[in-house]
């Protein structure tokens, strides 16, 4: 194989990874349109499981973080890959931030005697990790509404 062949294959492959630079406003758009409810309403579940959890009341903390399970489980498989590879880098860690909110809410809540006013084990670390989810939530939502124009 020649040195131009080599180094056409080598930019080839380049440029598969680069989804995000060579996708078109209008492949922006269809994803923004196919995906942006879904994540509207993962953001809510994040942002009603850290209300629960800043509430303290055991059954709904628990009820709540499930949700947000369910919805991490989902999402992934529905929403990414994003045609913009920045897009595509925050929804990844947002999930992954929700994720790691889901496990600290629910080994805190299971662990909890769930006595009125009294924290969970992990109600800091759950917090944060749902602040982050929700902050790159944001970031993602104000990108797609300005794909939308």
């Known amino acids: ?6 180094l056409a294959a ?3 492959l380049v440029a598969l990874g680069c989804r995000g630079d060579s996708a078109t406003r209008a492949e922006r758009v269809a994803w923004a349109e196919a995906n942006a409810a879904a994540v509207e309403s993962f953001a809510l579940d994040v942002a009603s499981a850290r209300a629960a959890v800043n509430q303290g009341e055991r059954t709904v903390v628990l009820t709540a973080c499930r949700q947000v399970q369910t919805a991490v489980g989902q999402l992934p498989g529905r929403a990414l890959p994003v045609p913009d590879d920045e897009v595509d880098d925050l929804l990844g860690d947002a999930v992954r931030a929700a ?8 080994e805190g809540a299971t662990a909890s005697t769930s006595v009125p006013g009294q924290d969970l084990p992990e109600r800091e670390d759950t917090l944060a990790r749902f602040d ?18």
């Open 99 to 106: 994720q790691a909110g889901v496990r600290s809410c629910l």
């Open 1 to 6: 194989m020649g040195r131009a062949a080599v």
């Open 10 to 12: 080598a930019l080839g």
């Open 132 to 149: 982050e989810a929700t902050r790159l939530l944001e970031s993602v939502k104000a990108a797609v509404q300005g794909w939308r124009g």
